[in-house]
């Protein structure tokens, strides 16, 4: 948000958001666990959101309230949080009329790339492991094992994936 230091906040950061802007003011999308129960209700899960999003609309208006009420439901998410964070500095939630009136169909689509990194960036996983320092017991018959080490070692993975 425009008054809003998403930078020094690790709540609402890069790493676990994607900023738009509306109406010239800067909102992060940002999916909490409050977000993944919204969207649990409203779709099944996070898995069938992709597919839900037009399926089945009769009318393109359908699909466009579709994409109004996630958009909305996960910007307000960082300014949940900043009001949290900072009671005496409460911003205003974005309403549905509000990004309607300021922003244009094209507008939407354009976003739809930003809700996807958000929900990539919302359920990656970044997983450290560490082998502790006692080192493997060595096999007996002095070959060693496919694998084996004597030397601990250090990895870090990423599972999910990033779009964008």
């Known amino acids: 948000m425009a008054d809003m230091s998403l930078k020094d906040n690790p709540v ?12 010239g003011r800067d909102y992060a999308l940002l999916l909490t666990t409050k977000a993944t129960k919204e969207i649990a209700k409203r779709y099944g899960g996070l898995q069938n959101l992709g597919d839900k999003l037009f399926e089945g609309k ?3 208006s359908e699909g466009l309230d579709e994409i109004i009420w996630l958009i909305t439901l996960l910007a307000n ?6 009001n949290f964070q900072h009671p005496d500095d409460k911003q205003d939630l974005l309403d549905e009329d509000t990004l309607e ?27 450290e492991t560490e082998e ?6 060595k096999p007996k018959t002095g ?10 070692s250090r990895s870090s993975a990423t599972v999910g994936r990033n779009i964008g």
Do not use: W
Request: glycine share 4%.
């Open 77 to 82: 998410q960082s300014v949940m949080v900043h």
């Open 12 to 23: 609402i950061d890069s790493e676990r958001s994607t900023v738009i802007t509306i109406a």
């Open 132 to 137: 502790t320092s006692v080192n493997p017991p």
């Open 58 to 60: 009769e009318e393109f």
């Open 143 to 152: 070959a060693r094992s496919r694998g084996s080490s004597s030397t601990p």
């Open 101 to 127: 009136l300021m922003t244009s169909p094209y507008d939407l689509m354009a976003f739809k790339d930003a809700i996807m990194s958000c929900m990539s960036k919302g359920t990656a996983r970044h997983v």
